[in-house]
């Protein structure tokens, strides 16, 4: 087994499947981990008060980054169990009405939305409208109004694609919502801390978060409830946020959240400024080095970080199998990693299956440095190229170096 301290890593361009934690966020969980070690739900000792005034300071910061209420934040274990919380809870609470329940979803969204949708259609507890996107990936307004005249129990529009890196246009979507009544979940994982969010004035009921994509802790997250809507709890034994997730609260998670979306506050629009100057710079000289690449997504409308790139003539796993020693890209979402199937996202664009089988998704983020693009273009050109000839001369692909 190698030693940590002696591994060496290869360039990191993945920031959609997850990101450093900060060093000053790692620096204030270990005060809470060691020192400040508290439980919040303690009130009998100091010890509990301070862990509980952290948990309230960290749920100010979460509030203030998206534009919502303190009250309105429930901690959870990240974006997947928000989902699911809000889902799940929808369903049950509106059980009583006797009516159909009918969820409208993106056929662009992450599995944690779409798997728990199908799986209430399979049960015979929902019924699934699918909203309709172009090759680019972009929502169709019109059809979404359609949709939602038609009578829809819970609408569901994340806020940035986790693939393609497509913004979605969220006060739109929060607008139609409303004009007919309907709660609106956003899971918003890729999107906090990149983008401006307005919680409140964008008409979003619930928004998913996850700390692990926003330089937080894994296994951190927060559910966002609009006042006044209520859902109900599959978990029982407690009555920690309101009944809705019982369980000790993780307060070292919770504060690297907090301090995670403190600093994003601060330094979200320069380093996206930064950011996105660095993924053109990968996108040009990668235009430049390889004939036949194809951009996929939403050009104009997309998130800073976000380079998602087919190569038609050449499998992504060739890609791949050249450069995962030296550099770290994703041929899709984290969640599907070792699964073989096309990506859902690129098959619900309708993409040619050459484009699909050639497709990369890179991710830039506020750690990557000028240097690192210059090396991965040329990583990625010459993978590409020996790909190619292999291709050409019949041999299967060489794993090694790419220089």
């Known amino acids: 087994m190698k ?26 969980m270990l005060h809470y981990m060691t020192t400040a070690f508290g439980n919040p739900s303690s009130i009998d000792h100091t010890y509990g008060d301070d862990a509980e005034r952290a948990v309230s300071q960290a749920a100010r910061h979460i ?48 599995k944690a939305v779409l798997d728990p949708c199908y799986a209430l259609e399979k049960k015979g507890l929902a019924e699934v409208l699918v909203l309709r996107v172009d090759s680019k990936g972009r929502l169709c307004l019109e059809h979404l109004e359609q949709v939602c005249a038609s009578g829809v129990s819970l609408l569901c529009v994340m806020a940035a694609n986790n693939e393609i890196g497509n913004i979605y246009p969220l006060r739109e979507v929060g607008k139609v919502a409303q004009k007919y009544g309907i709660p609106f979940l956003c899971d918003a994982s890729q999107a906090v801390g990149k983008i401006p969010i307005n ?8 928004l998913a978060i996850s700390a692990h994509k926003l330089y937080g802790p894994k296994g951190s997250g927060a559910l966002i409830v609009r006042k006044g809507y209520h859902l109900e709890s599959n978990f029982l034994g407690g009555w920690h946020k309101k009944g809705l997730r019982s369980g000790t609260l993780n307060v ?69 199998a050249r450069v995962r020693s030296q550099l770290a890209i994703s041929t899709g979402a984290a969640c599907s990693s070792g699964v073989e199937a096309p990506s859902h996202v690129l098959q619900a664009m309708c993409l040619p299956e050459s484009a699909i ?17 210059e090396q991965a273009a040329q990583i990625l050109s010459n993978a590409v190229s020996q790909a190619r000839q292999a291709m050409v001369g019949g041999v299967g692909p060489h794993i090694g170096s790419t220089n």
């Open 63 to 110: 509030a203030k980054l998206v534009g919502a209420s303190p009250k309105e934040v429930i901690f959870t274990s990240g974006a997947t169990q928000s989902i699911n919380l809000a889902i799940q809870g929808s369903i049950t609470a509106e059980n009583s009405s006797q009516t159909q329940f009918r969820v409208a979803i993106l056929p662009v969204e992450h």
């Open 252 to 320: 070292p998670g919770i504060v690297g959240l907090g301090e995670a979306c403190r600093l994003r506050q601060l330094e979200m629009f320069e380093d996206e400024r930064a950011i996105a100057a660095l993924r053109d710079k990968l996108q040009n000289l990668l235009l430049e080095k390889i004939p036949g690449l194809v951009v996929n997504g939403n050009i104009s409308g997309r998130l800073a970080g976000n380079l998602h790139i087919s190569i038609p003539d050449v499998p992504n796993t060739a890609i791949i």
């Open 199 to 206: 919680f409140e004035e964008w008409g979003i009921t619930y």
């Open 357 to 373: 089988e050639g497709a990369l998704r890179i991710g830039v983020g506020k750690f990557t440095t000028s240097l690192e693009i």
């Open 3 to 28: 030693d940590i301290q002696t591994q060496t890593y290869s360039i990191y361009l993945d920031y959609h499947s997850t990101t450093p934690v900060d060093n000053r966020v790692a620096n204030l």
